[in-house]
């Protein structure tokens, strides 16, 4: 299995990962590049991949505080506060979130098949 919000997964697919502990605000994009390993469409997934490079990377910054704000941005969970202590995100740092997930977006919302296979734990 792979980690670290699914920023080496073409790398760890390619090197016999069944699996990568992925970002969760962006499954989808997670998904399709699977998909395109899996298909042997190696370069593609690598060119998926750059597209979410920068919203990971503030992920890794700001953890949940950068999770949580696009989470709420897609609809999917309301409010954005938290229990326990995070980074928290100035505006500089939420209007840079917004811009990143606006260029985004598009790879959040496509339909994508599921793997081939799911190995379980």
């Known amino acids: 299995m792979g980690a670290v919000g ?3 997964s073409v790398d760890e697919y390619q090197r ?3 699996g990568s502990m992925a970002s969760c605000e962006m499954v989808e994009a997670h998904a399709a590049i699977l ?3 899996q298909s042997g469409a190696g370069q593609f997934a ?3 991949l750059v597209q979410p490079l920068p919203l990971l990377i503030m992920g890794s910054m700001f953890r949940q505080s950068a999770v949580k704000r696009i989470l709420v941005k897609r609809g999917l969970l309301q ?3 938290f229990r326990d202590a995070n980074p928290p995100l100035d505006s500089q740092d939420a209007a840079e979130i917004d811009w990143i997930y606006a260029s985004l977006e598009h790879l959040m919302t496509a339909k ?3 793997p081939k296979e799911v190995h379980a734990l």
Do not use: E, L
Request: proline share 11%; glycine share 12%.
């Open 6 to 8: 699914g920023r080496f």
């Open 16 to 18: 016999g990962a069944c």
């Open 35 to 37: 998909a395109d390993v």
């Open 46 to 48: 690598h060119a998926r």
């Open 79 to 81: 409010p954005d506060h």
């Open 112 to 114: 994508v098949s599921p």
